[in-house]
């Protein structure tokens, strides 16, 4: 499973080349665009093509899931404090059939402890990132996990390796597409190193 992170801010033809990563294969699509607000966050999926939507994981204004076919949502840590571990509610107004629920993690204790059903859990840095400068990785092991872990941070074709052997059944990558001369041959590279 490979999950890539968009980029916080809007980059040259970005559209376009998800579209072509998409086609390259994409599965997992996560739309993290803190800068957006709401009407921001539907003129871009109303850019992306609809046969696409499907592949989305939406991190802020959840209930577009009600009005896209999206894959699922996604809470980041902060988020999943606040809202899930008070129990207010929070899926009474989302249409949640048949969609994932992962959320964001920053020590595997924190990740063990939560008694909440995630469908995958993103936990980072496992090495040092490369969109977010001084973000050490820690080199997290989960091998003696049964829950699904997608590995973030540094995530490149040359870390793979390293991340499947730490344990993670997957891979989150955000820097080590958007931050390179070319995002699709970057992903394809990871692709091919990781199946």
Known sequence: MIVLIAPEKDIPNEIEILHQLFKAGLQYYHFRKPFKNYKEHIKYLNQIERQYHSRIVVH?????INDFNLKGIHFQEQ??????????????TLQMVGKTMSSSFHHPRDLENCELEFDYHLLSPVFSSISKKGYQGKGFNVTGTDKFIVGMGGITSETIKDTLDLGYKGVGVLGGVWNTKNPIES???????FN
């Open 187 to 193: 992903f394809k590279s990871i692709q091919q190193y």
């Open 79 to 92: 988020k999943r404090i606040d809202v899930l571990e008070n129990g207010k509610g929070y899926f009474n």
């Open 60 to 64: 802020y204004f959840h209930e577009l």
